[in-house]
């Protein structure tokens, strides 16, 4: 803002401090990890003109709101409409105040205007008038606060936090060629935090495929996840292997590339040892053993997704359900479904989950057919991570359990 800039006195402060935040949301690094797409802003900027039909707000939409710490994207959309994933069209109906969706604070009042049978939002009260001639002159300052951290999250971030970060779904051929921890200091046989270990990337014909050695060369990565018992994700229709889903055990950092070195044995003949790769082991969720497997550690992940109905038809069926011994999944819980970034899954978008669909017999016909009831709604769902083939997504609304070959569509 430059020096002396004189503002009419009548704009409300809320609305400064909101179009302050609009424009750091709007043009700071923030913003950039946090992006729009195209989908949604179009339909925010159809929004943003017309509004929403009466008919779409919530039975009991308040007439003002004030985000608070604690607040969700999914929670404040269902406070001003019937179906919590229109979302976008919600930012659409306050769009000149909140640039970016994804960037909205605490402290910041929504004002719910109705007029000609539609609906809008403002940060701006109604009716909220000064003298349009008289003006005030601000004074240079600087402040500097950190805005990430006081966003809104689009949903409960804390059930989904480790999904972000630690399972992998895998092909078969990354998780054939793994490097592998192969040997432990004074042959311990488990391995925490703190500890060394030895591990190969590159096996000979004799081990089974080729992979790539471990290497400190630049451009080679050196720092890994550790994982073990990868589970093949089957489809519960067809029972093709979709990918392997890893489980986590940790973390471990490079510290020397594996290589060959040439010695001469006792009987003085040259001949050729393999060195194993060094590693560290810099984070242990439990304890690690010889023949766990590396990955590549992937780039961080934010969580730039708006909750949103999908733009055409989808269905699938649910996979599984994330945990040991976890047969249904209740709300805020993860489970994998048979669709990925391949068949257009994106993160943030919004599923319907179905009951089974079941035969009854017509007793009312002497013929008794067999009928077979259409699945009917069960909950809500919302992936939040895609691989190719297969995604994760966390149920947020739900009446009965959800289990392993229910099907979905779009919401």
């Known amino acids: 803002m430059p020096l002396n800039t004189r503002l009419p006195v009548h704009l409300h402060p809320l609305a400064c401090a909101t179009a302050a935040l609009a424009m ?21 900027d159809q929004v943003a003109q017309a509004g929403v039909p009466l008919s779409e707000l919530a039975p009991n939409a308040p007439d003002r709101y004030t985000i608070k710490r604690g607040d969700t994207l999914w929670a404040i959309s269902g406070i001003f409409l019937k179906s919590p994933w229109r979302w976008p069209e919600l930012w659409g109906m306050n769009r ?18 109705r007029e000609n049978g539609r609906a809008r939002l403002s940060t701006a009260e109604p009716g909220f008038a000064g003298e349009p001639g008289d003006t005030v002159r601000v004074s240079p300052r600087t402040r500097y606060e ?25 092909d078969e051929a990354t998780y054939a060629r793994a490097p592998r921890i192969v040997a432990t200091q004074e042959n311990r046989v488990l391995l925490s935090r ?25 451009g080679q990565p050196r720092d890994f996840r ?79 997704y708006v909750p949103r109905a999908p733009q055409g038809a989808m269905s699938g069926q649910i996979v599984s359900v994330y945990g040991n011994a976890v047969t249904y999944a209740g709300q805020n819980q993860v489970v994998t479904i048979n669709l990925g970034r391949e068949h257009g899954v994106e ?9 089974d669909t079941a035969l009854v017999t017509d007793k009312t016909d002497e013929s008794r057919p067999l009928l077979r009831l259409p699945g009917e709604r069960n909950g809500l769902m919302m992936v939040f991570r895609t691989f190719d083939k297969v995604s994760y997504a966390l149920v947020l609304q739900i009446d009965d359990g959800v289990k392993v070959g229910d099907r979905f569509t779009q919401p």
């Open 24 to 44: 750091l949301a709007s043009g700071s690094v923030w913003a950039q990890k946090y992006p729009i797409t195209p989908a949604q802003q179009a339909t925010a």
């Open 96 to 113: 000149q105040a909140i640039a970016n969706p994804h960037l909205i604070y605490p402290g910041q009042t929504l004002y719910l205007i």
């Open 146 to 170: 950190s805005l990430s951290d006081s966003a809104i999250p689009p949903v409960n971030l804390q059930a989904i936090e480790a999904f972000l970060t630690e399972p992998m779904v895998v």
């Open 194 to 218: 703190g500890d060394r270990a030895y591990a190969r990337g590159q096996y000979g014909e004799s081990g089974g495929q080729q992979g790539q050695a471990l290497s400190e060369a630049d």
């Open 226 to 304: 550790v994982f073990r018992n990868a589970v093949p994700l089957k489809d519960p229709t067809t029972g093709v292997v979709l990918g392997y889903e890893t489980q986590y055990v940790g973390k471990a950092t490079l510290q020397r590339g594996e290589r060959l070195q040439q010695t001469k044995g006792a009987d003085g003949q040259d001949r050729t040892e393999l060195v194993p790769a060094t590693i560290d082991i810099v984070t242990a969720k439990e304890e690690m053993r010889v023949g766990d497997r590396l990955l590549p550690e992937p780039p961080r992940e934010f969580p730039n």
């Open 347 to 355: 993160r943030g978008h919004v599923l319907a989950l179905l009951r």
